[in-house]
């Protein structure tokens, strides 16, 4: 009885001996691809860190891109400006040159009766979009955005001389003659003491 038990063991070995062999090949099949998927993984971390580093980068250069376009405004807006002075300026010189009547006098109820005096340099920011003059209670040559930063030594009743402006905050003198109500400003030296 011994022997038809081994016997019979041994055939089973050797019928399942080919299904053993193909479960053992599952079995390492099974393991190569759980490697493939660890490296996956690890490959996967490595790149979503890469995509979350160009995407800061992406932000940040857009930021950039922001400021440089505000700068660039803003530099348009001062030729703008600059552009107006020198057409002012010129349109000055040529009315005083061709003026037949250089003598003559404007009547008294015509004139500003404001007296120009000088003060301590201060400087100041626009409070809103303000418009500026080119000359006391004359007409209006440009539009200042808000908190538009400038420098005064001179006022004359309600309205304040633009001496000079700063442009990427470098200050530079006024190329002409340019007036702002006091009532459209904010003295900066006041507010910072």
Known sequence: M???FTLFFL???VVHAGEIQRLES???DIDKIKNDLQQEKDKNRVLNKKLEFYSNKIKNLNNQISILKSKIKSNKMVKKIVKVEKKCSLNNQIKEENNPFPSLV???KYKNDYDVRYVKASSF???GQVKIYDSIDGSAIAVWNDKTSFTSNQRAGKWIKITGLFVNKIWQPAGQE???KSCDVLNRTQVSE
Do not use: C, H, P
């Open 2 to 4: 011994k022997q038809i």
């Open 11 to 13: 055939l089973t070995l």
């Open 26 to 28: 599952m079995v390492s």
């Open 106 to 108: 404007m009547k008294k």
């Open 125 to 127: 920011r626009t409070n």
């Open 178 to 180: 340019l007036w702002v």
